[in-house]
């Protein structure tokens, strides 16, 4: 079985920070995405399943409608597998409920007045963000016992809280560590990836312009997200 | 040195946890190990970086990044 841990927003600098070795595994490094206009996060997921750059074609539906991609299982290397199992990743079957519910909150929190309100939101938002991790947690070890050759499984928290938590270390360091554990139970060929980073803009978040990737069996260098499709494909073929 | 101590209350699933983890280690007691991870958590966080706290200008800021992102309109 070949797995695939895709977090969103996994930050480099934060890997090395809070020392998580299971998540760094043998090779490790950043990803070129300069190709792309913005760190965008359907446009990067979009671009890692179908190994092209889909900048153009996902921002050509507008911000609203990019979110509601769904591309078919053929459209991706997924298809090249037997038995794939794909967990919540954007762009191909993620929870649209869960993630415009998301969205729905960050609008709310700037539009909030005072800090009392925004720190209620703030509230529900992680909570809500925590709450969905950990079921994205239980499926994926399920997942990871059962019966595929592919697995993936997409965990957004990093993203999500990260954007209005992002300083806050200790919270931070506490999804890092989670990630760092799930990653220490995988026993399979193994690759964590992410879509981009993440930066300090006081106690928020931004995407940074690179993401991270680690094997446990060849140093890939400073590979493009659309570089995975072939080099997962490669990794199949040996196995 | 005499501490003080106080009872803090946490969900049993984990202290069966923590009674199986130590069984092969040098901890005497899940206090014991409690104690040693919260203090390795609190000096962690000590030497980073300090928190940071909220400003109207980083919320216009990161306000604005989420929209270029595509996250807000």
């Given at each position: ?200 803009i006081g106690m ?36 | ?51 940071e706290v909220f400003s109207e200008e980083d919320e216009a800021k ?12």
């Amino acid at each position: 079985m070949i797995v695939v841990l895709a977090i969103d927003a996994l930050e480099y600098d934060l890997v090395e920070a809070f020392g998580c070795d299971n998540l760094k595994q043998k090779f490790y490094g950043k990803t070129d995405i300069s190709e792309f206009s913005e760190p965008r996060t359907m446009v990067l997921w979009n671009s890692f399943m179908t190994g092209e750059n889909r900048e153009k074609e996902v921002l050509a539906l507008g911000d609203k409608e990019m979110w509601n991609i769904k591309l078919d299982i053929k459209d991706t290397f997924f298809a090249r597998f037997e038995n794939p199992k794909i967990l919540d990743l954007p762009g191909f079957n993620y929870d649209k409920e869960q993630h415009e519910l998301e969205r729905g909150m960050l609008k709310e929190f700037f539009t909030a007045v005072g800090d009392e309100e925004k720190a209620e939101i703030r509230k529900k938002y992680n909570s809500h963000a925590f709450e969905h991790h950990r079921r994205i947690k239980k499926e994926f070890a399920d997942a990871l016992s059962g019966d595929y050759d592919f697995v993936l499984g997409y965990f957004s928290a990093a993203d999500v809280i990260g954007h209005l938590n992002f300083g806050n270390r200790a919270l931070m360091k506490m999804i890092y560590r989670d990630m760092d554990e799930i990653a220490a139970g995988i026993d399979d060929t193994l690759i964590v990836l992410s879509d981009h980073g993440m930066e300090r803009i006081g106690m928020f978040g931004d995407h940074s312009d690179h993401g991270f990737w680690s094997t446990g069996f060849k140093d890939l260098g400073n590979p493009r997200i659309t570089d995975f499709a072939g080099i997962i494909m490669e990794i199949s073929e040996v196995e | 040195m005499n501490e003080e101590y106080g009872e803090i209350r946490i969900p049993t699933r984990l202290i069966e946890e923590i009674e199986e983890r130590i069984k092969q280690t040098e901890f005497e007691s899940v206090e014991e190990y409690v104690t040693f991870v919260l203090e390795e958590v609190i000096k962690d966080v000590d030497e980073e970086e300090p928190e940071e706290v909220f400003s109207e200008e980083d919320e216009a800021k990161v306000k604005e990044r989420l929209r270029a992102l595509g996250y807000l309109d």
